[in-house]
């Protein structure tokens, strides 16, 4: 595509239950990072895959959060049991480049989740 | 851990004027990565700094990486209203390739 698609552009969940976040990435595009953007903040990063191996899955912030990439392209974050602090965007970002001393993040528009 | 810090939060400029905003690392850095974003949108990419000492400039923008690359700074000259946004700096440690981390960002608002 010609950009970095994020799916749904907007989520409204109930306390407790679980939410799934669609990344397509630039077609091409080896690295895939997701992050969290809370309100006046930057992004924080939570997890970055190369292909279908994810590398860094340093700051999810519990086990509740989960994060795949099976078949190297579409990327999928899971949040299970969300929490009312688990209201926020999350921005997906793909990069052409393998080594990721040298890519330029191509953000999406972002998934804005509001926990109730 | 690395912790991205930057300064000032906010920056409130005439139209017309310059201002400088600064990135500053924990941590020493492979290279740097500075984004604009826009009110409601997402972080758009830049320009990347990578050698000590660097200095790019993009038509009224000045971007410098430190000698020690633990800092940066972007300096924006006679100030436009499209200057608007929020800039955020975005670091990799050298011993975290994978981990790109942002600055909490400098909101920039212009005054007509």
């Known amino acids: 595509g010609a950009g970095v698609s994020q799916s749904p552009r907007y989520k409204v969940a109930k306390r407790g239950q679980d939410v799934a976040l669609r990344c397509d990435p630039i077609?091409?595009?080896?690295?895939l990072f997701w992050y969290q953007q809370a309100l006046g903040q930057g992004p924080e990063f939570l997890t970055y895959f190369q292909n279908e191996a994810q590398l860094d899955k340093s700051g999810l912030p519990s086990d509740r959060f989960f994060a795949e990439r099976p078949e190297g392209s579409v990327s999928t974050l899971k949040i299970q049991r969300t929490q009312q602090e688990d209201s926020a965007v999350y921005l997906c970002a793909s990069s052409l480049a393998r080594d990721t001393y040298t890519g330029e993040l191509f953000f999406g528009e972002g998934s804005r989740l509001t926990v109730l | 851990g690395q912790q991205v810090m930057q300064i000032p939060q906010y920056q409130h400029v005439q139209e017309g004027e310059d201002f400088t905003t600064y990135c500053n690392s924990s941590?020493?850095?492979?290279?740097i990565q500075w984004y604009k974003q826009r009110p409601g949108g997402h972080p758009v990419f830049l320009i990347q700094l990578v050698k000590s000492g660097e200095v790019k400039k993009q038509k009224r923008l000045t971007f410098q990486f430190g000698e020690a690359k633990k800092n940066s700074s972007l300096h924006i000259t006679a100030t436009q209203t499209t200057d608007v946004g929020t800039y955020f700096c975005?670091?990799?440690?050298?011993?975290?390739?994978?981990?790109?981390?942002f600055g909490a960002g400098t909101q920039v608002v212009v005054t007509p």
């Open positions: 975005a670091g990799r440690a050298t011993d975290s390739w994978g981990k790109l981390q």
């Open positions: 941590t020493t850095l492979s290279n």
């Open positions: 077609s091409g595009h080896v690295s």
